[in-house]
């Protein structure tokens, strides 16, 4: 069943029992209706055009006047350069993605020693820092000054080799001149007398007898990590 019912009869020239004649007159009146509907229509295109307002293109910045109500853009070059703007925003979301999930591919690939070395630098950079202009702990030579990716290292009281456990401990770690760190085994006679004046006996006694073995997760040395990260600002920030 064809439930379309047509607003205008149109004449069935075909089934016309009135013949020829009929069938014209009716087709001539039809074809007035037309016309006549065709006008209204076009008026009413006409005076919805008008209606709508002057606005801004979205790329050029510069007033039109649309023909269609959503319409954003004044001219097609306009509208390629949108479009252009959208495959770059496209563009740049699915870089942010890929990098996002490498990074955390990488995370996952990492290995317990990375996060161990993430950690310790993060402590080593914040210990030389702190002990910037202060000079070397076992000679005094004044690696300070150029504390910051210059001369002196980070060097631990108790090796990180011997007494991991120590190896994030700010008692046990201070600025030392690459020659007595790493040509003469870290100089630790004269470390101990360095580290007397700095923390005292009973400080380096305690150290001397500290044997609680480390276990850290690798969560504990994120943790770690980001600390030190935050304390190497803090310091950074209040030196000026
Ligand atoms: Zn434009
Ligand atoms: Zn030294």
Request: hydrophobic fraction near 30%.
């Amino acid at each position: 069943m064809n439930s379309r019912k047509p607003q205008q009869d149109i004449p069935n020239l075909l089934t016309s029992q009135d013949g020829a004649t009929t069938a014209g007159t009716e087709l001539s009146n039809w074809t007035t209706t037309l016309a006549g509907c065709t006008e209204v229509c076009s008026q009413k295109s006409e005076k919805g055009l008008k209606q709508l307002k002057q606005k801004k293109c979205k790329v050029c910045k510069t007033l039109f006047t649309p023909n269609k109500p959503l319409q954003a853009v004044c001219s097609v070059q306009c509208a390629v350069g949108i479009a252009e703007k959208k495959k770059a925003l496209e563009h740049a979301k699915e870089r942010r993605e890929t990098a996002k999930a490498d990074k955390v591919k990488r995370e996952k690939l990492k290995t317990r020693s990375e996060y161990v070395q993430e950690a310790q630098y993060e402590f080593n950079r914040y210990i030389r820092l702190r002990d910037k202009g202060k000079g070397c702990i076992s000679c005094g030579t004044d690696c300070g000054a150029t504390a910051i990716g210059g001369s002196g290292d980070a060097g631990h009281f108790r090796s990180r080799g011997s007494a991991p456990h120590l190896r994030f401990d700010e008692r046990n770690c201070h600025l030392q001149c690459k020659k007595c760190n790493r040509y003469l085994a870290g100089n630790v006679a004269n470390y101990r007398i360095g580290l007397i004046e700095r923390i005292g006996l009973k400080a380096v006694e305690e150290l001397e007898s500290d044997q609680t073995p480390a276990k850290r997760s690798i969560a504990d040395l994120q943790f770690i990590k980001s600390v030190f990260k935050i304390k190497y600002k803090e310091l950074e920030k209040s030196n000026g």
